[in-house]
């Protein structure tokens, strides 16, 4: 199961994925909405780590869907 987790991936990381998959809102906005009391995220950071675990999610395809 491990081996569909990105390199450098973190659980707050598939979180922002599942959220940005939910909400689908602009970047921007996500951004700063998975930042929290810290401030916005980066957005080219939170595109290096969720676009990676959306492919990764898409690669379960085979393994969950019979």
Not at 12 to 17: A, D, E, N, S, V
Not at 30 to 42: E, F, H, L, R, W
Not at 43 to 52: A, D, Q
Request: hydrophobic share 45%; glycine share 8%; net charge neutral.
């Amino acid at each position: 199961m491990h081996d569909f987790i990105p390199a450098e991936g973190e659980i707050k990381h598939f979180l922002w994925t599942l959220h940005f998959m939910k909400a689908y809102t602009k970047q921007g906005v996500v951004s700063s909405t998975v930042g929290g009391s810290s401030g916005a995220v980066d957005p080219k950071t939170f595109r290096k780590y969720v676009w990676p675990f959306i492919h990764a999610i898409a690669d379960l395809e085979p393994v969950v869907v019979s």
